[in-house]
């Protein structure tokens, strides 16, 4: 069987060369092209600082799609939902590594995947940890009706609540809404101190320093208390093999695929 061609947007970021160093490496997998605007016109080799690998930079992913299987985005909120839309409207399969897409966004997208009969596989986290996590999570959400998420990350962190913790959040809430015994918009003082609702669950950003990457789900019940937690360092390595592994699947679907989690267990 021959390789799957890939181009990787944001092959000059910090997951994005970790991924494309890993597609290199790979042998079903060809590394065709990358994206980059700062790179575009040179080989991506010599921005990486060695030698000639033969995968042209291109500034837009436009450009970067002919003969090529899976588009892997690892780019910006910003780039990411144009590059998702543009590669599916030329049939080419994507892995959304990228954060900032919303729930709106991805409805928009599985629409557009099944219309054109190609596989978008998207998660806010590869870690293959923090599938198993989200799983666990979700199977907790069908038997336990109160939880809220605590995201964690780096006091340097622009963003939000994290991609993990919003898609977290909205894989949960479909399930089913969590219960509180309090609405927290009837909090008495300073109710957004009870975090931000995002599909019905409160979701608190704790943004310091000594942290990078964690989210927990806490649900509770009388005198009893469940924690899932994923921790995850500064390092992309995380993430590499979920993307890959990715990258793979995406062909075999048709339509949205939403969490690493439903790829690797067929979470329902």
């Known amino acids: 069987?021959?390789?799957?061609?890939?181009?990787?947007?944001?092959?000059?970021?910090?997951?994005?060369?970790?991924?494309?160093?890993?597609?290199?490496?790979?042998?079903?997998?060809?590394?065709?092209?990358?994206?980059?605007?700062?790179?575009?016109?040179?080989?991506?080799?010599?921005?990486?600082?060695?030698?000639d690998l033969g995968v042209p930079v291109f500034s837009t992913v436009d450009d970067a799609l002919d003969d090529v299987d899976v588009l892997i985005d690892y780019t910006s909120h910003t780039a990411v939902g144009r590059h998702v839309r543009t590669a599916v409207m030329r049939g080419v399969h994507v892995v959304v590594g990228s954060s900032?897409?919303?729930?709106?966004?991805?409805?928009?997208?599985?629409?557009?995947?099944?219309?054109?009969?190609?596989?978008?596989?998207?998660?806010?986290?590869?870690?293959?940890?923090?599938?198993v996590a989200q799983a666990a999570a979700r199977l907790a959400t069908r038997y336990l009706p109160h939880w809220e998420i605590i995201d964690y990350a780096s006091a340097t962190e622009p963003g939000a609540p994290s991609g993990t913790a919003r898609e977290l959040a909205e894989l949960m809430g479909s399930v089913h809404r969590p219960e509180y015994a309090v609405d927290p918009e009837h909090t008495a003082g300073h109710p957004q101190a009870r975090g931000a609702s995002i599909a019905g669950t409160q979701v608190h950003s704790l943004r310091l320093p000594g942290y990078q990457l964690a989210v927990e789900a806490q649900f509770g019940l009388p005198d009893e208390r469940l924690v899932i937690r994923h921790e995850a360092g500064a390092s992309p390595v995380p993430y590499v093999a979920g993307t890959l592994l990715a990258a793979r699947a995406a062909l075999a679907h048709r339509g949205l695929l939403r969490g690493l989690d439903a790829l690797l267990l067929g979470g329902d």
């Open 1 to 51: 069987m021959d390789p799957l061609n890939v181009c990787v947007a944001g092959a000059t970021g910090r997951t994005g060369e970790a991924v494309a160093r890993a597609v290199l490496d790979s042998a079903d997998l060809r590394l065709r092209t990358a994206v980059a605007r700062s790179a575009a016109g040179a080989d991506l080799g010599v921005v990486w600082g060695g030698p």
């Open 100 to 131: 900032g897409l919303s729930g709106a966004d991805y409805e928009e997208i599985a629409a557009l995947a099944e219309e054109r009969g190609v596989g978008v596989v998207a998660a806010a986290n590869f870690s293959l940890t923090a599938a």
